[in-house]
């Protein structure tokens, strides 16, 4: 055996058995408790202790309990000695963390094949917490490569829209920042404040720049033209929702849609959806509309109202308030509304922000 064993018995003769059998081993002794807990705080790196339960100053139980206690001292292995006639003391050790018990008179072979036993145990045991921090290693490692990929790839996404169409960039921006501090606030009301978990609020985040990624399908006559749409090509215009929904669908053919994916569909889909259920494409009505659509609605909504077209100038922000709170219940889920009016100076500020940045790169 090559091990670390601390030998702790207030019986010298115990102590040089004991150490006689175990010579091949890196032995340390000690005769209490007190003198046991220095050598402990001195060698973390121990394989086993042999505890005698019955000592002065600190008998063995006062020892398991100190170590118990310590997070730091909770993973050494304990064998404990005690007489043939102390059941109760080898049923109270084992309770405090002792994971065997040696009787006296000691017996050479079962003693020497405890320890060969709990030794290859704490070897084993090692082995396979190095083999989960690796693989906790290897899979944290997958994952951030994985967000990386699915990062680039949004933007990449994003980017093909933004080079037909320039007054794309800073409204995703824009909308991406505003849904976020909505849906930060509304995680302090009930019944949103279990839904709005820091993933789910990230995962939205992260997914609205992809609302209008379908209008990649429409053409530019109609995406960039500069005036009012006739009614056959708002019809055309409305297709984007549902190009949006395909592109994202792609290949989900197995029935397994990732959240991440599921949250980007939802929005991309639904955000043209109306409360009382006269929206497009499909006609939700209410709370049937998801709430990721109902959110990325009334920011885009505000946006829209308050930013230059190539169909139509600025508005300001109290006309935005306006329209969104004289359409609560009607286009907008009034709750949200309501979340909404209560940030409406965050908003205001992110939209200027983004605003002034675009005013610095003309």
Known sequence: MNAKILIVD??????????????????????????????????????????DLNMPNMNGFEVLEAL????????????????????????????????????????IESLRKRIEVHLNLRSARRSIEQDNQHLEETVSKRTRELVITRDITIQALIGLLEARNLESSNHTKRTQWMIKVLCEHLRNKSPYTEIFTEEYI??????????DIGKVGIPDNILLKPGKLNQEEFEIMKKHTTYGVEALS????????????????????????????????????????????????????????????????????????????SESGKQF??????????????????????????????
């Open 10 to 51: 207030d019986s010298k003769t115990d102590r040089m058995i004991i150490s006689n059998i175990l010579s091949e081993c890196e032995l340390i002794c000690a005769c209490d408790g007190l003198e046991a807990m220095e050598e402990i705080k001195n060698n973390l790196d121990l394989d086993l202790i042999i505890l």
């Open 202 to 211: 990230t995962e939205i985040f992260k997914t609205a720049p992809l609302h």
């Open 68 to 107: 118990n206690s310590d997070p730091i001292y909770n993973k050494l292995i304990t064998l404990i000695l005690t007489n043939y006639d102390e059941t109760e003391n080898e049923i109270r050790g084992l309770d405090l963390g002792a994971v065997d018990y040696i009787r006296k008179p000691l017996n």
């Open 250 to 325: 792609h290949d989900l053919g197995n029935g397994y849609v990732p959240t991440f994916i599921q949250t980007a569909i939802e929005i991309a889909g639904t955000h043209h959806e109306r409360f009382d259920g006269s929206g497009y494409p499909v006609g939700l009505k209410g709370k049937s509309i998801p709430l990721p659509g109902r959110l990325m609605t009334i920011v885009d909504v505000y946006d829209a109202i308050t930013s230059k077209r190539v169909y139509k100038p600025a508005f300001d922000h109290d006309y935005a308030i306006d329209v969104i709170r």
């Open 333 to 362: 889920d009034p709750e949200i509304v309501t979340a909404f009016m209560e940030i409406e100076r965050e908003i205001h500020a992110i939209s200027r922000q983004f605003l002034q940045n675009i005013s610095k790169e003309e």
